[in-house]
């Protein structure tokens, strides 16, 4: 008794001391920052810890592999394609470029990777589709670790792990950010720009970063400065020095990015070409993006934010009540965005993309802020994410890609019959990829749509001139067996209208494709190959 009653004497004398009692802590390896003192050590990355970084980049390289559909065609005919034309002289560029609406610095980047493989002789078909989508893997991964840096710089690491979480599991982010999409690059460099902005509480501040990130972005689809307006408003009234801050960071970064710009597309388009404002002319003030489709200004509200917010959406709402005040440009930059892509009639989930990664911080407060239900709350935004992910990445729109397997087959084959095939595509302009995904100067064709640029009454383009009547049309075309392809790839809903030309020309089934589970108009369940035998 006396020992135990001399301990209990010893610990009271003890804890009256002054002295501070420090309780050992267990951090999560995943998310812990190395050690101060230690930055630039082998346990750090990116100015996080390595192992962060290694899964982020990992998660992102499974995330590209187990994307095996295909969105929009603009991620090939507006990268890859024109990346393959620019390195090994064949393929096609579509009329924007013949019209200097697009520029070739972002296609550049990818024919780099192309002339890179071209001079290792490792060009193969497998590697020119892959190598891309690797490397656009890659950039989204960075951007990932640096939206969790930045977060963590502004609140703390708890509130990090949970904005971190959110944008890893966005089933949007999952489908859009392995893709050589425009718009894809446009977000990346969105988060890298953020990164350096000048946000209450940010240690990163850098305007010269943040405004030639914002420029480049600027470069590479021009739209990609609307959620920057308001941003940099704020910054320019918030800014003692204005005179300064345009002076010596706005006007030479605009310049320089500029020239660079127009240097690239004078070398490429053989003439000086101000392509930036070429797209804004045509998509924004003569607003003939509606040829591609329109829908009503209320579109992005009902369906394209919630779509592309998923499950987020309750989260995004109540985080938006959460968020302390310096939060609120980034609410205005999504409000904005938003209203502004509504005025323009052509409309598409990607166009707001760039500002997923914003709804990402309100949602990840909006997690840090629960208590009692946190718990089912992650259950249900990680399943419902998932189910969307795969389902859109493996299954949704896979006959674009698969098709190029069978295309492909026709040009691994060097016997003297093979040789002479050709391959005529009659699906809606720009269905598969073209010659990124085949890579031989295999004769192919497909139904063209080009817009109407100089106002002709009841335009018809060539896709729309065959859907009117496929077979007439067709007995026209090829009014001749010698002009008749060897290979004919069309979707299931047109075979019944031309099965009799089908019939008299010999031609034979010799593949079905599964595409989609929500066939629409022109776009049919599965894609037929027919072979002319």
Known sequence: MERVGGSLFFRRRRSSSPETVKLRKRKSVLYSSPPEGRAGSRFDLLGENIYLVLFTIALRILNCFLIQTSFVPDEYWQSLEVAHHMVFNYGYLTWEWAEGLRGYSYPLIFASIYKILYLFAKDSVQLLIWVPRLAQALLSAVADVKLYSLVKQLENQEMAKWVFFCQLCS?????????TLTNTMETVLTIFALFYYPLEGSKSVNSFMYSSLVALAFIIRPTAVIPWIPLLFRHFWQEQKKLDLVLQHFIPVGLVTLGFSLIIDRI???????????????????NLGKFYGAHPW????????PVILGTHLPFFIHGCFLTPRRYRILLVAVVWTVLVYSLLSHKEFRFIYPILPFCMVFCGHSLNHLKTWKKPALSFLFLSNVVLALYTGLIHQRGSLDVMTHIQELCDNNSLNQSSASVFVMMPCHSIPYYSHVHCPLPMRFLQCPPDLIGKENYLDEADKFYLNPL???????????LLPTHLIIFSVLEEEIKTFLITNGYKRTAVIFHTHLPEGRTGSHIYIYERK
Not at 298 to 305: A, E, L, N, P, R
């Open 472 to 482: 007439s049309w067709l007995n026209k075309e090829f009014s001749s067996d010698i």
């Open 171 to 179: 089933w949007f982010t999952w489908y859009c950010c392995t893709r």
């Open 298 to 305: 209320h579109w992005y509200v009902c369906q394209g934010f």
């Open 268 to 286: 490429f388009f053989g003439q000086w070409t101000f392509v930036q404002l070429n797209f804004l002319k045509f998509n924004v003030l003569k």
